[in-house]
């Protein structure tokens, strides 16, 4: 009887992790600075990536959130 309750208890833990694990973004951005100059434009960002399977997705996903905060590169 014992061993039922703790294996339920496990299964119970395991699916709430695996089920906030899958609700989570492929990424966040938690910083943006961008530095300026007379004929410069430099932009570095902060991303936690939380999903790395599919990166090349995330890469342009990112590349296009970029793109929209600071304005598409020269």
Same mark, same amino acid.
């Given at each position: 009887m014992k061993k039922k309750i703790i294996a339920t208890i496990t299964m119970l833990c395991l699916l709430t992790v695996?089920?906030?694990?899958?609700?989570l973004p492929g990424y966040h951005i938690t @910083?943006?600075?961008?530095?300026s100059?007379?004929?410069t434009r430099d932009t570095e960002l902060t991303v936690i990536?939380?999903?790395c399977w599919g990166i090349d997705g995330v890469i342009k996903d990112i590349e @296009?959130?970029?793109n929209k905060i600071n304005?598409?590169?020269t």
């Open positions: 695996l089920y906030n694990y899958l609700r @910083n943006s600075i961008s530095f100059s007379a004929d990536v939380y999903k @296009n959130e970029h304005g598409t590169p």
